[in-house]
């Protein structure tokens, strides 16, 4: 089991550049991979990018793809989300998301339902 807490959330300028991170509990993290999702008022939850136990292997979502980096460092447990080039339609909730399972392929690893374990979120605000 895996307990999972983000951080690093905040209110940005559009145009400005955040890092989430999400730190988690337990000797197997590398055995997770990890998700991040992000949920908007009124709107169902969203993949937004996704990384491989190992950190050889990302997925991103189309809306994220060359302005959001995911990246991990197993030694301290902790998986991040670098946010450039904000815009004011990234304002949302984001989670982050551990998922066990041995293989890591998309369109699976986009799929709310794949991931077991889930931080508390941390809002992120880009204003105009």
């Known amino acids: 089991q895996v307990q999972l807490v983000e951080s690093g959330g905040g209110l940005v300028q559009a145009g400005g550049s955040l890092r989430l991170s999400c730190a988690a509990s337990?000797?197997?993290?590398?055995?997770?991979?990890m998700g991040w999702f992000r949920q908007a008022p009124g709107k169902e939850r969203e993949f937004v990018a996704a990384?491989?136990?190992?950190?050889?292997?990302?997925h991103y979502a189309d809306s994220v793809k060359a302005r959001f980096t995911i990246s991990r460092d197993n030694a301290k447990l902790t998986v991040y989300l670098q946010m450039n080039s904000l815009k004011p339609e990234d304002t949302a909730i984001y989670y982050c998301?551990?998922?066990?399972?041995?293989?890591?392929?998309?369109?699976?690893?986009?799929?709310?339902?794949?991931?077991?374990?889930w931080g508390q979120g941390t809002q992120v605000t880009v204003s105009t």
């Open positions: 990384i491989s136990g190992s950190g050889g292997s990302t």
């Open positions: 337990g000797r197997t993290f590398s055995e997770y991979n």
């Open positions: 998301a551990a998922d066990q399972r041995p293989y890591f392929v998309y369109p699976q690893s986009r799929r709310v339902a794949q991931y077991g374990y």
